[in-house]
């Protein structure tokens, strides 16, 4: 790990060289920068719906829910790399 005070937006090129114990040389370059992010994506548009069914599966009435959750995030630095949805029956 190499420690750096980086600021933000910052374009960080990375450069890996590695030698055997036979004295043999290999570089690798990465031929994209890696950008600096300090700020967190936005999320917006977050919209939830929750809807309940009577089922008749086994011969017994049940009810099951249905839950859809949609939004929008984007990160105009450095993009998004996932997103991931949980559901709880409490806050955090």
């Given at each position: 790990?190499?420690?750096?005070d980086l600021p933000h937006n910052s374009e960080v090129y990375v450069t890996v060289i590695t030698e055997n114990h036979a004295g043999i040389v290999r570089a690798f370059q990465a031929t994209s920068p890696v950008i600096v992010d300090h700020t967190p994506p936005d999320v917006d548009?977050?919209?939830?719906?929750?809807?309940?069914?009577?089922v008749n599966i086994t011969g017994f009435l049940e009810l099951r829910e249905d839950?859809?959750?949609?939004?929008?995030?984007?990160?105009?630095?450095s993009g998004i790399n996932y997103c991931t949805?949980?559901?709880?029956?409490?806050?955090?």
């Open positions: 790990m190499i420690k750096g548009m977050v919209a939830v719906s929750v809807e309940v069914m009577e839950v859809t959750v949609t939004w929008s995030a984007t990160d105009e630095t949805c949980a559901l709880g029956i409490q806050t955090l």
